[in-house]
């Protein structure tokens, strides 16, 4: 395994508060089945709402809400850019945030540029959103979509990788070593 996928185990551990062996690691080949893993060694708890569509449906309120003159469709492929300008950004999140009403969304987002790394499409704003929400304290059930949301953020954060389906392998497609 190379240095990636040591980051990757260590993160997941560091962040789950769990034990992951070489043996597993070495069997895991997709984040998919990373996920998988972490749920059968965290408490769980099975949530009847769709975090993900939730948050869609609460972003596009907050867009609608802070640019009532939105003419481009919001789906989940929008590109930001196509909806908001770069020097417009910091206000009309501002205002999407304050239109939402959800004070454990982030106060800034960075705009995406060759420097900074900033969600460029509704979707990886959403899953952004996921990412930031509150940790749950050791012992307090995960929701799949949180882990799912964390391994996203570790993937993000190693790799540099913000959309990617679930099923793409670690080496070769993800690029892990």
């Not at 993160?11 to 998919?32: L, N, V």
């Not at 909806?83 to 999140?93: A, G, R, Y």
């Not at 999407?96 to 959800?102: E, F, K, P």
Request: aromatic share 10%; net charge negative.
């Amino acid at each position: 395994m190379g240095l990636e996928g040591i980051e990757i185990v260590l993160a997941a551990e560091e962040t789950f508060g769990i034990t992951i062996s070489d043996a597993d690691a070495s069997r895991m080949q997709t984040p998919a089945e990373l996920i998988v893993f972490i749920e059968h060694h965290v408490p769980t708890v099975y949530s009847p709402d769709c975090l993900t569509q939730h948050l869609f449906y609460r972003l596009r309120r907050g867009f609608r809400a802070a640019i009532p003159s939105l003419s481009v469709p919001f789906r989940p492929d929008t590109q930001l850019r196509d909806v908001i300008s770069k020097d417009e950004w910091p206000i009309i999140w501002g205002d999407i945030r304050a239109a939402v009403g959800d004070t454990t969304w982030p106060h800034d987002i960075l705009w995406p540029s060759w420097l900074r790394d900033g969600p460029k499409t509704v979707r990886q704003l959403i899953w952004h959103l996921v990412a930031s929400l509150p940790v749950p304290a050791a012992g307090e059930p995960w929701s799949r979509e949180r882990i799912e949301g964390e391994v996203r953020r570790i993937l993000a954060d190693v790799l540099n990788k913000k959309d990617f389906p679930l099923s793409a392998k670690f080496i070769g497609e993800l690029g892990v070593r």
